[in-house]
């Protein structure tokens, strides 16, 4: 088989790909010189290995899929599936596989750190050091005596969960299907009970894929239901939220902070009034890609296990559902 990795791997990483498929032709098509966690654009020189590929390690430009004509699989390194689960992107008999399980470490974390410094108030006295200020910014609260409403449990939703629990919070899980309920869960809804249990949560925590199901998921409608006084972090998707009313939920009180790494568009345009809001985090969607070493290795595994179950014929297990763009159920 060709496969061809748009991944730039560091030396261990490529020794892993030759030694689990010593007879196939693989083509490592990002400059190998620059550093794994720097993000790199394809370089034409491969358009060819690309074009023959029978499958394909990370995100190839759309305009080639038309002429990938030998192209079996794909293997996304990312989590998000669009825009290659869109009807008629690939090829029908394609088989896509995202990097779900790979990120949920990381994120996680990364929620965590970002709620803990709103609910300790440490944005406030970071700006604070800006200009010399020695002021009690007043009380503060802690995750022990909140509600936490994941909405998504997915591999970085029921982390956090999980990371929640363990502080002592009650956590609500908000799933788009199944009623298995994790242990480190208190409370599971369907999605389809959002509105009811929106106003019980001091903490939304969003990690939703793109999806039509979850675009605007926080809307204007939705804010007018959340509780005064709580706080909203945001991982997924930008266009999960209505950011005019994200706006103005942090002005008039509703929310007492929020923390966004994710944003429509994106990069979020310096005008706009997002980033002069106080009580509001932004970060520039880096809580995932390969900040942290072990998701990179996660997605490395992730890509030569399912390569080597293709081959073999057995279930890959992170396979996307077209229908859905989730992976696929009992996968």
Same mark, same amino acid.
């Given at each position: 088989?060709?496969?061809?990795?748009?991944?730039?791997?560091?030396?261990?990483?490529?020794?892993?790909?030759?030694?689990?498929?010593?007879?196939?032709?693989?083509?490592?098509?990002?400059?190998?010189?620059?550093?794994?966690?720097?993000?790199?654009?394809?370089?034409?020189?491969?358009?060819?290995?690309?074009?023959?590929?029978?499958?394909?390690?990370?995100?190839?430009?759309?305009?080639?899929?038309?002429?990938?004509?030998?192209?079996?699989?794909?293997?996304?390194?990312?989590?998000?599936?669009?825009?290659?689960?869109?009807?008629?992107?690939?090829?029908?008999?394609?088989?896509?596989?995202?990097?779900?399980?790979?990120?949920?470490?990381?994120?996680?974390?990364?929620?965590?750190?970002?709620?803990?410094?709103?609910?300790?108030?440490?944005?406030?006295?970071?700006?604070?050091?800006?200009?010399?200020?020695?002021?009690?910014?007043?009380?503060?609260?802690?995750?022990? +005596?909140?509600?936490? *409403?994941?909405?998504? @449990?997915? =591999?970085?939703?029921? &982390?956090? %969960?999980?990371?929640?629990?363990?502080?002592?919070?009650?956590?609500?899980?908000?799933?788009?299907?199944?009623?298995?309920?994790?242990?480190?869960?208190?409370?599971?809804?369907?999605?389809?009970?959002?509105?009811?249990?929106?106003?019980?949560?001091?903490?939304?925590?969003?990690?939703?894929?793109?999806?039509?199901?979850?675009?605007?998921?926080?809307?204007?409608?939705?804010?007018?239901?959340?509780?005064?006084?709580?706080?909203?972090?945001?991982?997924?998707?930008?266009?999960?939220? +209505?950011?005019?009313? *994200?706006?103005?939920? @942090?002005? =008039?009180?509703?929310? &007492?902070? %929020?923390?966004?790494?994710?944003?429509?568009?994106?990069?979020?345009?310096?005008?706009?009034?997002?980033?002069?809001?106080?009580?509001?985090?932004?970060?520039?969607?880096?809580?995932?890609?390969?900040?942290?070493?072990?998701?990179?290795?996660?997605?490395?595994?992730?890509?030569?296990?399912?390569?080597?179950?293709?081959?073999?014929?057995?279930?890959?297990?992170?396979?996307?559902?077209?229908?859905?763009?989730?992976?696929?159920?009992?996968?």
């Amino acid at each position: 088989m060709n496969i061809c990795i748009l991944m730039s791997l560091d030396e261990i990483s490529r020794k892993k790909f030759s030694e689990a498929f010593p007879r196939d032709c693989i083509t490592f098509a990002f400059d190998q010189s620059v550093p794994y966690e720097q993000k790199q654009v394809f370089d034409r020189k491969y358009e060819d290995a690309l074009l023959t590929a029978d499958v394909v390690v990370g995100q190839p430009p759309v305009e080639f899929i038309e002429r990938m004509e030998r192209l079996k699989l794909l293997q996304l390194s990312m989590a998000g599936t669009e825009p290659y689960s869109k009807p008629g992107v690939l090829p029908e008999g394609v088989k896509l596989c995202n990097a779900t399980g790979a990120f949920g470490k990381a994120i996680s974390e990364h929620m965590l750190a970002t709620l803990l410094m709103l609910v300790k108030k440490l944005h406030l006295y970071r700006d604070n050091m800006a200009s010399g200020e020695w002021m009690d910014m007043g009380q503060v609260r802690s995750i022990s +005596d909140m509600t936490v *409403l994941c909405v998504g @449990l997915g =591999d970085i939703g029921c &982390d956090f %969960a999980r990371l929640c629990k363990s502080m002592g919070a009650h956590v609500i899980g908000l799933r788009r299907a199944g009623t298995d309920k994790p242990e480190y869960v208190d409370e599971l809804y369907l999605t389809e009970d959002t509105d009811k249990v929106l106003p019980q949560a001091d903490v939304i925590a969003m990690s939703l894929p793109n999806t039509p199901a979850t675009v605007n998921f926080m809307s204007r409608e939705r804010f007018s239901l959340i509780k005064k006084g709580s706080f909203l972090l945001n991982v997924g998707r930008g266009n999960a939220i +209505d950011q005019d009313a *994200l706006f103005d939920a @942090l002005h =008039d009180g509703t929310l &007492d902070g %929020a923390s966004i790494d994710v944003a429509s568009p994106e990069p979020l345009p310096s005008s706009s009034p997002l980033w002069g809001c106080e009580r509001l985090l932004i970060t520039p969607h880096v809580s995932g890609f390969y900040h942290l070493r072990k998701t990179y290795d996660n997605i490395v595994d992730i890509a030569i296990a399912n390569i080597r179950s293709f081959k073999e014929g057995a279930t890959l297990t992170t396979e996307v559902d077209f229908a859905t763009g989730y992976k696929k159920t009992g996968k």
